[in-house]
């Protein structure tokens, strides 16, 4: 078992920045990939941003390429979400994943294993 606590959400205005944290606890001796997602009321969740376990494969999605960063800290298993530039389109609920053991690149949230709460983020314009 895995569990998940993200944090760092809020409200900003759009031009601003937020940290999201994703802290890892239990079985992650094993490794894991790591993604987030992100879900708005009346549409599906979608595909973030990735990392593998070494941090050495990262993907964002296109609509946050060069906003967002994905970076992780294993010492402190710890994946973090950078998110610059907000835009109100990225207000949601962020959630991170964890693909236990790591399977490769996915941006499906089916390919993973374990979930995080949630965490709030509102961009106003």
């Known amino acids: 078992q895995v569990q998940l606590v993200e944090s760092g959400g809020g409200f900003v205005q759009a031009g601003g920045s937020l940290s999201l944290s994703c802290a890892a606890s239990?079985?992650?001796?094993?490794?894991?990939?790591t993604g987030w997602f992100r879900q708005t009321p009346g549409k599906e969740r979608e595909f973030v941003a990735y990392?593998?376990?070494?941090?050495?494969?990262?993907y964002v999605t296109d609509s946050v390429k060069g906003r967002f960063t994905i970076s992780r800290d294993n010492a402190k298993n710890t994946v973090y979400l950078q998110m610059n530039s907000l835009k109100p389109e990225d207000t949601g609920v962020y959630y991170c994943?964890?693909?236990?053991?790591?399977?490769?690149?996915?941006?499906?949230?089916?390919?993973?294993?374990?979930w995080g709460q949630g965490t709030q983020v509102t961009v106003s314009s």
């Open positions: 990392s593998n376990w070494s941090g050495s494969n990262k």
């Open positions: 239990g079985r992650t001796f094993t490794g894991y990939a």
């Open positions: 994943a964890a693909d236990v053991p790591p399977m490769g690149y996915s941006d499906d949230e089916k390919s993973y294993d374990y």
